[in-house]
């Protein structure tokens, strides 16, 4: 049969059909479906018309199927069990799962806010796998694209209507050096922009642009600082940065992941550069997903944990 023949059908009238079939009577079938007994009538009435047989007559011990609605018994409650099932929300099991779930994220997210969810993680589903993707340019017109499932981001200004998200929380640009470096031992109040302006710079740059967040805070001075070195790896700056005279600047959370790390200084930026948020996103296609669900709501808990002590540490840093 058809999908065009069967839209001629009300598939409704088989859950009825199933419950006079294990009844045996129109008044028990209407209290079971919650209808009431023309109703059931009426439906039998359409039955016994679309499939040309009288499916039941009446005994003085309650109706009695036909051969026919005796034959289709078996094969109905089986279509409606599953029916039931693949209509049933889904569910997800961490314990047993074995999924693999894509999330996109930096190196430096990684580093900083994702590490330490990973014991979280595998101790609620011990079998879970994760990819971790890096990515350039829009990440949100990735996931609306067929992307990644999931990422921890800094969102652009256009954020598709299709991408979902909650925010973790804000962040800064702060200056970092070596501990011996020339500008390490002045005071804070003398971390000057003559100073910063005059030495040499590290820029970040993920999608190989020449100006970063700050470049463009100086531009609107009119000023511009000295980039030396140019590169896409937020950690393996920080070895460069250490082993010369270069400073740099970037988000304060990832300045205290890594002081245990690397002998540095940290200073705070001698001119105002705004402020930022990180957030975990989503596509709509995973919004109602059971397992999605389940591990947006433990990562986002464990991210802002996270977040929540690195700003502590750089308050006190």
């Known amino acids: 049969m058809y999908l065009a023949d069967l839209a001629h059908h009300d598939l409704n009238a088989l859950v009825t059909l199933h419950a006079l079939l294990d009844s045996r009577s129109v008044t028990r079938a209407a209290e079971r479906l919650n209808l009431s007994q023309p109703a059931v009538s009426r439906t039998l009435s359409r039955l016994r ?20 609605a005796e ?118 109040e003398e971390f000057a922009l003559d100073a910063f302006l005059a030495a040499d710079h590290q820029l970040i740059s993920m999608g190989g642009d020449d100006r970063g967040a700050v470049d463009l805070a100086l531009a609107k001075h009119g000023l511009k600082r000295r980039v030396s070195l140019r590169q896409p790896h937020f950690l393996a700056s920080f070895s460069a940065t250490q082993q010369s ?20 200084a940290l200073r705070r930026l001698p001119i105002e550069v705004a402020p930022f948020s990180y957030w975990l996103i989503w596509h709509e296609r995973f919004h109602g997903d059971a397992g999605h669900s389940w591990l947006r709501q433990t990562l ?18």
Request: charged fraction near 20%.
């Open 245 to 264: 005279d270069l400073l740099l600047c970037v988000p304060g959370c990832l300045a205290a992941s890594i002081l245990d790390h690397w002998p540095l």
């Open 300 to 317: 986002f808990e464990g991210l802002q944990t996270q977040y929540q002590a690195l700003s502590q540490r750089l308050q006190m840093a």
């Open 71 to 188: 034959a289709l018994g078996p094969p109905l409650a089986r279509l409606l069990e599953e029916l039931g099932a693949l209509l049933a929300p889904p569910e997800f099991d961490p314990a047993s799962t074995t999924r693999r779930f894509q999330l996109a994220t930096s190196d430096y997210g990684m580093h900083a806010f994702l590490v330490p969810q990973w014991q979280t993680l595998k101790q609620q589903a011990p079998h879970l796998r994760l990819d971790i993707q890096g990515y350039s340019g829009s990440i949100e017109q990735k996931l609306d694209e067929g992307g990644p499932e999931l990422a921890l981001c800094v969102p652009g200004d256009r954020v598709p209507a299709s991408v979902h998200g909650r925010e973790i929380g804000s962040d800064h640009f702060v200056c970092v050096m070596r501990k011996d470096h020339p500008l390490a031992g002045r005071p804070e």
């Open 49 to 68: 018309q679309a499939l040309n047989d009288p499916l039941f007559v009446r005994t003085h011990r309650g109706l009695k199927p036909t051969a026919r």
